[in-house]
Every structure is written in structure tokens, then in C-alpha cells.
């Protein structure tokens, strides 16, 4: 299956490799095109001269980029050239409602969409191990399931268009209020002058485990927050999970709590740190008697 | 080591079975003197006629009652009868100063007393898995040992007395948490139409995955919310934590959020439901638009 790659960025890079390794990469794009000049310099695989060029080469194409409008903007550049039965897959993280108007923009011009965010960070994507939330016709899927397979090694369709999206944004709400739990907890436990490598030691084989105690718990109590997951675009995140719960007529207070405290981490300055860093912010709130 | 067992409740029974089947068990003793009746009916272990009683043919002690107030007026009861270099292990879940009180109050006595609070639910206690954190001389610990090996398979030293449960206090404090992370998802998740049982298989593969989710997701989803672990007493816990907290001049806002939906859970009769229901609570407010 020719396969194009739209958007090379921390985590496209690694997964356009991927698909590279397994045989399916026929052409790459990025907006700045200097990236995709260096790819190809480095693979061989060619760098296409426009998003038309790329969807008239390929059967397949994989979306990876930032925001909702990005996607729409990439679909429509990509639709008019596309092959009938050619199918778009979208690893970015947007709103549901922006993936279900991908898949109608592209329907009109006989291709598919399958929207398929996927979870496990820059070392999933880079190790092939991404778990890939999608949503869209079964069939597709069944065409598609291959370039996915390149990508990650779970792989669950959640239903129709935008599916793959809600369940993508109910996974950024858990990881946010596993956020909340582990930092508040460990701040508390710092405050009581307990030692934070045995304490974590305890905790993670009781009911309190959980991936990022194991993950980002050692690095947090040291004072470091390496990437990781960058804080303002988990906050990106958690403000699409806001809007589709108010589309509910729905309050989500933990996701509230969360975006409040990341826009202090955000002001002081936190761009290339790891949400983890809510640790410090934690931390100096207890010892401030803040709430 | 001659060891008796106080309070047979439903953390104590099976800890006290464990303790029998390690050839350790020397007497039992229960406020309600039925349960310890029915317990040597059954084992053929001694019922002891009092606390002092117990004392005296015991060179350890497991402890594992409700309240602080259960735990000195306990101690105290044993402290006059017990051998010097006895050892008292509690594994109630406390406040840190009621077991720097206990310590004082039984090392006048020269008698020893570990803090050994355990997480891993009555399955845990069934199965001798549970996590043990302990606070207290590293001396008693090591003498103690071969008790608490035959009830949990983590058994990390934490600090002085009091350690065990400051510890323990950070474990509930991240239950409670995680709590919050999973329901308040999932409820989000299950307004958005979602499949729940792959949206739990997609979840608990990434960055989300942890020990609750995967436990009592299934049945959350299902509406049934089997014990586990008793919303009252996690409630009461979390008020040990505040107390501690606030002693510190510091406060928890997650905890304080679980207080309230905790008590809005007790209000409405959960008090056989496990803290899952919680669930429960989160769905119907996503339905209401209440936060």
C-alpha cells in the first residue's frame, strides 16, 4: 500500500520511519520543507512538491499535525487529487467534531477518512508500540490496518467518525487527573519527610499504580521534568475535552482544576517541560498553604 | 514468634489465617468475642479471655482495628502484660501522631511498636500480598519480619514511627485521586456514545493505564460497584490526610473535592458500595451539566 506521510514533527518523524522500515513510505510532505528535504536526503523517500503531488502517488496517506484547522486545511489539499477509495488516516489529536468533517469533506470526493490519535508518546511512536484509538468505517479500517500496524501494536476501532477522537480526549482527561492524583499525593507525602524513592517503591505495587507514578514519579521528586508531554499542548488538549463536554451541557471540575494550574506553570514560563511539572507547582502550594 | 492477633475484622480474619498456616499463631482476641470464638472453633487457635491475657503469651502482636482512639485504649490494654522486647505491629490505618503516641506509650513499657499500615484490599489480605509500609526502629522491623512476611510481599521500612502511616496517608491520597481521574473520564467517555469495554482495553494500554482502571472499570461500566473498599472508610482516611495536611498549614484540593462527593455518596446510602460508585455520582452529573 503506497503510503504519503503529512508532518514530521516530534512525533510524525519517528512514525513516517516506522512506516519507512516496513516498506510502505512513497513520498513525505511537511509544511516547513526543509524537514522533509532532510528525510528524504536521509531515506531516499521521495519529498513531495505539494500535498497534490503526494495524494496523486499514494493509495494511503498519514495526517500528523497540531491543530483542528491544520487537519481540515491538509484533507482538502489532499481530497481533489486522491484516488476513489484512497484512505486518509489522522494520528493528530482534535476535536471529534473536526474529524467527522474531514470524513464528509473527503466522502465527496470517494475517499476515506479514518480519524486515529494515538497514545504512548514520542517513545511509543518511536518504538512502534502506539496504542491507536479509531474511528470510521470498519472497511477502511481493514484496508488501512497495515500502515497502522507499522505504527503501533493496539490497535481499536471505537465506531464511526470521531469516535476514535472521544475516546483519544477521555484518555487525555484520565492522564490529567492521574496528574492531579500522583503529584498531589507525592507533594504531601515530600511535606512529610518521607523517602521519595521507598515511598514510590510501596506505592506502585498497591492499588495506587499507575504508569505515570512508574514513568514520571523518580524524575518528579528529583526536581526534573524531561519530555515526555509537553505542558501547553496537553492543555491544547484538555480545552477540546472542555468544549465537546459543554457541547454536552456537561462541567468536567477535575479538567478545570488541571487547566487552571497549567496556565501558572504556562506563565512562569514551563514551554519545554513535561506535565509532570505540576510536582513543583504542587509542592510550593503546600508549602504555601495554597489551594 | 509467638504471635497473637488483635481484631478479626475483614482485613483480620484472613491476615490472622495466614498467620496460622505459618505456624506463628498463638491466640486471637476480638471486641466481640463471638468472631474470636468461631475463629478457634474453626483453627483451634487459643481465644485469648482478655487483651492482657494475650499479652502475656505473645512475643508479637498484629493489631488491625478502626479508629485512632481503638488503637492507643488497645495498646495501652496490651502494654502492661507484654514481655520487654515485644513486639506490636498495627496495621489500622491511623493518624502518623497516634502512632508516635502508641510508640511512646508501649516503649515505657519497653515494648516495641511498628506502624505497619498494608494496601492491597481484603484480596490482598486473602492471598498474604498485600504492601506493607512500615515506621519504626529498624531493629523491631528486623525481629518483626518473619510476621509481616507471612501477611504481604512488599514490606518497605519507611522511617521512624509514624512513617508507616504518613506513607499509607500518601497511598490513599493518590487512590482517591486516581478515583477522580478514572470516573470523571469514563463518565465523559460514556456520554460521548462510547464502546466501554475497548475504550478500557485502548486506555489501560497507554499513558493512562493504571491499578483502578483496570480493576474496577468493567464493573464501574456495568453499574455495579462490588466491594473492595468501603466509601466510609476511604472517607475517613481522607480526613486523617486533611488533618495532617492542615497541620502542615497546607491544603488538598483533590481531597477536598472526594470529601464532598463522598459525602454526597454516604447521603444517599452507599455504604456497602465500593469507592467505584463514584462513577455513579460523575455520571449523573455529567447528565445534570452539574459540576
Request: negative net charge; proline residues 3%; contains cysteine.
Amino acid at each position: 500500500m503506497r503510503t504519503g506521510f503529512v508532518g514530521l514533527g516530534a512525533m510524525g518523524q519517528p512514525m513516517a520511519r516506522n512506516l519507512h522500515r516496513a516498506g510502505l513510505l512513497a513520498a513525505v510532505w511537511n509544511r516547513s520543507a526543509a524537514k522533509a528535504q532532510a528525510f528524504s536526503a536521509e531515506t531516499g523517500v521521495a519529498a513531495a512538491g505539494s500535498l497534490a503531488e503526494l495524494a496523486e502517488i499514494c493509495e494511503a496517506v498519514v495526517t500528523c499535525v497540531s491543530a483542528d484547522a491544520d487537519v481540515l486545511t491538509v484533507t482538502d489539499a489532499l481530497g481533489a487529487s486522491l484516488a476513489a477509495g484512497a484512505v486518509v488516516m489522522d494520528c493528530s489529536t482534535v476535536a471529534a467534531d473536526t474529524a467527522r468533517e474531514a470524513a464528509a469533506r473527503l466522502a465527496a470526493h470517494d475517499a476515506e477518512f479514518l480519524d486515529c490519535p494515538v497514545s504512548g508518546g514520542t517513545e511509543g511512536a518511536r518504538d512502534g508500540t502506539l496504542s491507536i484509538m479509531v474511528g470510521g468505517e470498519a472497511a477502511a479500517l481493514q484496508r488501512a490496518r497495515p500502515v497502522l500496524e507499522a505504527l503501533g501494536r493496539n490497535i481499536v476501532h471505537m465506531g464511526p467518525a470521531g469516535a476514535g477522537q472521544a475516546a483519544k480526549a477521555t484518555n487525555q482527561i484520565m492522564v490529567a487527573g492521574i496528574n492531579q492524583a500522583v503529584t498531589e499525593a507525592l507533594a504531601f507525602g515530600q511535606a512529610q519527610g518521607l523517602p521519595m524513592d521507598r515511598l514510590i517503591a510501596a506505592l506502585e505495587k498497591g492499588a495506587a499504580a499507575n504508569w505515570f507514578l512508574s514513568h514520571r514519579g523518580p524524575t518528579m521528586v528529583e526536581g526534573r521534568y524531561p519530555l515526555g508531554f509537553k505542558v501547553a499542548l496537553h492543555a491544547k488538549d484538555l480545552e477540546i475535552c472542555r468544549r465537546m463536554a459543554e457541547a454536552d451541557g456537561a462541567r468536567l471540575p477535575l479538567i478545570e482544576m488541571t487547566l487552571k494550574h497549567y496556565a501558572r506553570l504556562l506563565d512562569a514560563g514551563s514551554t519545554e517541560e513535561d506535565i509532570s511539572a505540576l510536582f513543583r507547582l504542587k509542592s510550593d502550594m503546600f508549602a504555601r498553604g495554597d489551594a
